[in-house]
């Protein structure tokens, strides 16, 4: 068996909007990748908005924080993450169950992987409700200018969403179907965002003249 690490995943660059799904839960509908199904790029695809009693303004234009606006996918990763920090502006940490990884900034090139005695996932906040996600909740993650917060939500009994929302009034800009954990770099120009399925790193989609 080869040890040779995997090539990136491929990845799709768009944003879909404020409301979007994991392209690889859409594919796990279908059947698992492999011989018959080839396995789809990393990226975001256009969902159906949450069915719930709180404030969906979706994408605030208006508001100069990354993830509030129009993003865009620059690379992706294939090792899972339920846990996002940055250790500093070039290096991107997750945990799993069992399982601590580090990435470089911006490629996300896997750099480290440890299986530490204390499982580094066990500290994680549990998922919240989606009727909950305007609430005071703990464990979320917040851009450095404090203008947005992350939370995770568990919809049904099994399916992870990412939910973006603004401090300010808790009114939700983006619904990430599939998505289980957030984090912004230090100085705000990057969003890694996590999963079962691997890790997206975003960035400001570029602006028409």
């Given at each position: 068996?080869?040890?040779?690490?995997?090539?990136?995943?491929?990845?799709?660059?768009?944003?879909p909007?404020?409301?979007?799904v994991?392209t690889?839960?859409?594919?796990?509908?279908?059947?698992?990748?492999g011989r018959?199904?080839?396995?789809?790029?990393?990226?975001?695809?256009?969902?159906?908005?949450?069915?719930?009693?709180?404030?969906?303004?979706?994408?605030d234009?208006g508001l100069?924080?990354?993830?509030?606006g129009?993003?865009r996918?620059?690379?992706?990763?294939?090792?899972?993450?339920?846990?996002l920090?940055?250790?500093?502006q070039?290096?991107?940490?997750?945990?799993s169950?069992?399982?601590r990884?580090?990435?470089?900034?911006?490629?996300?090139?896997?750099?480290?992987?440890?299986?530490?005695?204390?499982?580094?996932?066990?500290?994680?906040?549990?998922?919240?409700?989606?009727?909950?996600?305007?609430?005071?909740?703990?464990?979320?993650a917040t851009s450095?200018?404090?203008?947005?917060e992350?939370?995770?939500v568990?919809?049904?009994?099994?399916a992870?969403?990412?939910?973006?929302?603004?401090?300010?009034?808790?009114?939700?800009v983006?619904?990430?179907r599939?998505?289980?954990?957030?984090?912004w770099?230090?100085?705000?120009?990057?969003?890694?965002i996590?999963?079962?399925?691997?890790?997206?790193?975003?960035?400001?989609?570029?602006?028409?003249?």
């Open positions: 068996m080869s040890t040779r690490p995997l090539d990136p995943p491929p990845f799709i660059a768009d944003d909007g404020p409301w979007s994991v690889q839960l859409v594919r796990s509908r279908g059947g698992r990748p018959r199904y080839a396995e789809p790029p990393r990226g975001l695809m256009l969902a159906q908005p949450p069915r719930i009693d709180v404030a969906l303004p979706g994408l234009e100069d924080t990354l993830g509030a129009a993003i996918i620059v690379a992706a990763a294939r090792e899972p993450a339920h846990g920090s940055f250790a500093d070039d290096t991107l940490v997750g945990v169950p069992a399982v990884r580090t990435w470089s900034i911006p490629d996300l090139a896997p750099t480290g992987e440890e299986r530490p005695e204390t499982d580094p996932a066990a500290e994680l906040p549990a998922p919240v409700a989606p009727q909950d996600v305007a609430s005071d909740v703990p464990g979320v450095p200018d404090g203008a947005l992350a939370v995770s568990l919809e049904g009994t099994r992870a969403a990412l939910v973006v929302r603004r401090a300010s009034d808790r009114a939700v983006r619904w990430i599939g998505a289980m954990a957030a984090a770099s230090p100085d705000g120009d990057l969003l890694a996590g999963g079962d399925w691997g890790v997206l790193l975003a960035g400001a989609a570029p602006t028409e003249d």
